[in-house]
């Protein structure tokens, strides 16, 4: 079967430091996915795991442990734009997506 | 990375009318998807889109509500029929790209009354 969690809502203070997990259970393995949605609009690529460890990319990161079934997205220095929901995504070809996390950027 | 194009970008329609929604890559892709996303909601896959024959379909849709096109490499039709209130969603285009990543359409937001 395919399942994969994370956290519905999550809220956090602009310049702040945030983490969504995310941990999954899929029939095949080919990587992670992190998208970003705004609301509206179409996700948006964040980044990719299909090696354990952590992956930077400017004010994000990915994180990947195969054997615990786990990643997650850390965003550093968070502005009020990073308000968006949060898609975590196996790629079990094709993209098996969570339900996604709401991510609130407070002043 | 890979460009993708929908129209329309959204549309009001009326029950038990049909809505094709085109969809146009500007480079090659290896596979092409057709995702729903209701309102609130997760994207949920339709179907991949197979060129010169029949989509594969997910769990609970089929092709007589949803039949998909895919003619070249480049170009996948999506088209929902005989409309309900329940068909009020937005559907997404992808392609996934040699690398595995993912890349979406704008989105086609339908309204049916």
């Known amino acids: 079967g395919q399942n994969i969690d994370q956290p519905t809502e999550m809220t956090a203070t602009e310049g702040a430091i945030v983490q969504i997990n995310c941990t999954y259970q899929?029939?095949?393995?080919?990587?992670l996915f992190w998208y970003q949605q705004h609301a509206g609009e179409a996700p948006t690529f964040l980044s990719y795991?299909?090696?354990?460890g952590l992956e930077e990319k400017g004010r994000f990161s990915s994180f990947l442990s195969r054997s615990k079934g786990y990643s997650y997205l850390l965003l550093k220095e968070l502005q009020m734009k990073d308000s968006a929901s949060y898609l975590c995504?196996?790629?079990?070809?094709?993209?098996?997506f969570g339900k996604g996390t709401r991510l609130s950027v407070i002043a | 990375s890979a460009v993708i194009s929908q129209k329309p970008s959204r549309d009001i329609c009326q029950r038990g009318t049909s809505l094709t929604i085109q969809c146009q890559v500007d480079?090659?892709?290896?596979?092409m998807f057709w995702y729903r996303q209701q309102p609130g909601q997760s994207l949920t896959l339709i179907a991949t889109?197979?060129?010169?024959?029949?989509?594969?379909?997910e769990s609970g849709f089929v092709i007589d509500k949803f039949p998909i096109s895919r003619p070249n490499l480049t170009f996948s039709t999506l088209t929902v029929s005989n409309m309900s209130p329940e068909d009020s969603s937005i559907y997404l285009c992808?392609?996934?790209?040699?690398?595995?990543?993912?890349?979406f359409g704008e989105g086609s937001r339908l309204t049916v009354l």
């Open positions: 995504a196996v790629a079990d070809t094709p993209l098996v």
């Open positions: 899929t029939s095949g393995f080919n990587g």
């Open positions: 480079s090659q892709v290896t596979m």
């Open positions: 795991n299909v090696l354990d």
């Open positions: 992808s392609g996934t790209a040699n690398t595995g990543e993912l890349f």
């Open positions: 889109a197979n060129q010169g024959s029949e989509a594969t379909y």
